[in-house]
Every structure is written in C-alpha cells, then in structure tokens.
C-alpha cells in the first residue's frame, strides 16, 4: 500500500499546446475539444489570419476554464495595448499577450499584462542567434516563443535548426520557459520536443486546410491535423518519459 502512494521518480511532463492563428468557431470548438491548452488570436492586420479585438472577444467566449486565449500582436502602438485594461466590454476574457515584433523590454512592461516574447530565430543561420541575451533581456516574460524569423512575421512553415541552441542553458530554461514553433506538424513535432524538451509548443499552418493550389488556406483550421498534431505531441511526451 505504502509503495502505492509513493510519487513517480521522475515525473512525466505534459508538454502544453497553442493553436494559434483561428478565426472560425468551429475551429475553436475543435482545438478545444482536441486538448488544446491555448488559442491564439492574430491581432496584426497584415497577417492573413488577423481578426479584430472585437472578434478575438466573441471567440475567446467559448473557450472553458483552463484554456488560455493569446492575443498575438506586431508592433502595436503601447498606448493601444495600455487601453486593454481600461476595456468595458462585459465579461472581457483575460489575455495573455504575445508580442512578435520589434517590441522592447519596456514596451511588453508598458502593457501593464501578463506577455509572451517571440524570438524569430534566422533560419539560414541559427546560431547566430543570441537566444541567451534574449532570454535575459526578456526576463519578465512568462515564457519566451522561438520562431523561425520570416519576412510577415511568424506564419511561414518554415523550421529553423532546433540543435543550433543550448536549450539546457539555466538562462534559457527550456523545459518552463520555451514554446517551441516554426514550420511544427504533427510529422515533425516528436523530433522538435525530444531535442528541445520545451513547456509547450505553438501551430498555425502545421494544422491549416490544404490549399487547392499547395500550401495551406490560411486561417482555416483542418480538425483532423489538429487532432493529429496533438496525439503527435503526447507520444512525444511518452518517448521522453522512458529516456
């Protein structure tokens, strides 16, 4: 009985997931339903997959407790995001941020809201990312997002060399600070969390509607790759259990 009650050696870790880019309810209700732990709304009004924050509202309103909504922003006007707060929609869900731009340490602050920073990691050269300096400089982060850097600003399905940084470096802190993106599909999701070991993991066009033409319809979310990516994720955390 004894032996029974005893805590597991070494405790498995559930590596958490964002779905990121929706637009549609169904898609939400999907990635909801799938077991996703975040949803991310794009709130850049290049981005093929941007909606309003009027909109990011109405769908954040069907998410149930224990599912963080995640307002994606690139470069917003701080006094914009300062104006959050001050927001009288009823019953307004609380956000997390995440910042994807240019943003400095002070303007993440300025926001007066928990944040997210995205690293856009070259793709042509890794390494050459200071991702240590980076983790640093954003200290108040509740978690550091690396991405693979791309002219519109994350979205591309582009990878990025997951060996090229110290993941185990105590500034970095992979396994409670990172979230892994970039170019992620339920095909390649297990190598990138058996080599990086991060907190979560973040898709968008890993999970999109194939494209008549090739690519993906961007926005649209496909309920079987979802569903897919996430039982991809949790035999990811399986492998890592045995090691």
């Not at 997931?17 to 009004?45: M, P, Q, S, W």
């Not at 769908?59 to 470069?75: G, S």
Request: hydrophobic letters at 45%; proline letters at 6%.
């Amino acid at each position: 009985m004894a032996d029974a009650l005893k805590a597991p050696s070494s405790p498995v870790h559930r590596t958490r997931i964002k779905i990121c880019g929706l637009t549609r309810e169904a898609d939400v209700d999907a990635a909801v339903h799938a077991g996703a732990d975040a949803i991310g709304f794009v709130l850049y009004a290049k981005s093929p997959r941007a909606v309003s924050y009027a909109r990011a509202c109405e769908l954040a309103q069907r998410l149930p407790a224990f599912v963080t909504p995640v307002l994606l922003y690139v470069n917003e006007d701080t006094t914009n995001l300062i104006a959050l707060r001050a927001d009288s929609m009823p019953a307004r869900p609380r956000f997390l941020l995440q910042f994807h731009g240019d943003e400095s340490p002070q303007q993440c602050l300025a926001a007066g809201q928990a944040f997210m920073r995205a690293a856009r990691i070259p793709v042509a050269s890794a390494a050459s990312f200071d991702l240590v300096k980076f983790c640093a400089d954003y200290a108040a982060a509740q978690a550091i997002l690396v991405d693979a850097d791309s002219e519109g600003f994350g979205g591309s399905g582009k990878s990025f060399d997951w060996k090229a940084q110290p993941w185990s470096h105590p500034q970095i802190n992979a396994s409670s600070r990172i979230v892994l993106s970039g170019g992620l599909t339920a095909q390649n999701v297990i190598d990138g969390i058996t080599l990086v070991r991060p907190w979560a993991v973040d898709v968008s066009s890993g999970v999109e509607l194939d494209a008549p033409n090739g690519g993906t319809q961007k926005g649209l979310k496909d309920p079987k790759k979802i569903i897919d990516f996430i039982a991809a994720v949790r035999r990811a955390d399986e492998i890592l259990s045995k090691s």
